[in-house]
């Protein structure tokens, strides 16, 4: 009876040995054939931000996953800046980085001017970013049906012979665009970064869900207090930044990942004086007339993820601007 038992327990430990063997084959065949290795962030990585050794890691994804343009070489990928927000869930595509280019070329300078919380955006504005420079008129232009700016006498002397006539007024202009921030820092000279955000402690989240919660938490906290920025700026760039100096406000607007704008004021100031120089870029111009300031009228504490901005009027209402 007992021999009855040997043939079936050794037929058992085929089958079991079949089947361990035969899975140990496919993964193997898993691993080699159909998994590669790749490079992805270790968290997500703003827009604008450069790319450091920390900030990435190699993983092992399925070969059907790997996407064609994504870079697999660590040096193709370290040093460079990143053009849109990348998360931990994706590879490193050729057109969502491009070269680090904030230092001047050609007849380029740096240009560096005082800055405050709402100047910067609300503290919103990071090395790197592309921002639009606004003016916010004093006096609004006047222009007749032709175009033409005219002066406050020639609108007195139009209006004696036609009492009934109107003139175009402009209260805004766009000055420059894609103008790019070499730097802003705080009194002590510190680079203002993107603060990791200490919040209470929650349950392990996936990798898709980080994503979505570092999205949310955009530009939401700074590593400091802004008190200096500094533009790579052309010489036809920097006389139009001035001399809408001269007409009214300078406005800053800062493009967001959701084609929004927000916008920080630059005024005039007498009284401000101030000599700095890069210590790793070289020497900084400064305007010792124009200081970007805050608008008292607005707490500083305003969030500026409810601003937006459009080109036709300077009112807080309908363009975002801090006005006076």
């Not at 996407?67 to 040096?75: D, I, Q, T, V």
């Not at 006047?142 to 002066?151: A, H, K, P, S």
């Not at 990798?207 to 979505?212: A, E, F, G, N, Y």
Request: one cysteine or more; glycine letters at 8%; aromatic letters at 6%.
């Amino acid at each position: 009876m007992r021999r009855k038992w040997i043939p079936g327990l050794i037929g058992l430990i085929i089958v079991v040995g079949c089947v361990l063997g035969f899975k140990q084959y496919m993964n193997s065949v898993r691993t080699d054939v159909t998994m590669m290795e790749t490079w992805k962030p270790v968290k997500m990585i703003q827009a604008g931000q450069m790319i450091t050794s920390d900030m990435i890691h190699k993983v092992q994804i399925p070969t059907v996953q790997h996407m064609g343009n994504a870079l697999l070489e660590r040096s193709q990928i370290v040093g460079k800046r990143t053009i849109i927000p990348i998360g931990e869930t994706e590879e490193f595509l050729s057109w969502k980085i491009g070269p680090d280019a904030l230092f001047p070329t050609g007849d380029e300078d740096y240009i560096g001017f005082k800055i405050d919380f709402v100047g910067a955006v609300n503290n919103m504005v990071r090395r790197g970013d592309k921002v639009t420079a606004w003016v916010e008129y004093t006096v609004p232009k006047v222009f007749d049906d032709f175009g033409n700016e005219i002066t406050d006498a020639q609108q007195a002397a139009l209006l004696a012979a036609n009492p009934n006539l109107t003139f175009k007024k402009v209260y805004t202009n766009k000055l420059l665009e894609n103008l790019t921030v070499a730097y802003i820092k705080d009194q002590e000279g510190i680079e203002i970064t993107d603060a990791t955000s200490s919040g209470p402690i929650s349950l392990p989240l996936s990798s898709d869900q980080k994503d979505v919660t570092n999205s949310d938490r955009y530009r939401q906290n700074a590593s400091g207090q802004p008190s200096y920025i500094t533009f790579i700026m052309s010489p036809e760039q920097y006389e139009t930044f001035a001399a809408g100096a001269k007409d009214g406000n300078i406005r800053l607007g800062l493009p967001n990942m959701m084609e929004m704008k927000m916008i920080g004021t630059i005024s005039k100031s007498k009284n401000d004086h101030m000599d700095e120089k890069d210590s790793s870029k070289g020497p900084v111009k400064m305007d010792n007339n124009i200081s970007i300031t805050p608008d008292q009228s607005v707490p500083a504490s305003q969030s500026p993820s409810n601003q937006a901005g459009n080109k036709s009027t300077p009112v807080a209402d309908s363009k975002g601007e801090i006005s006076k």
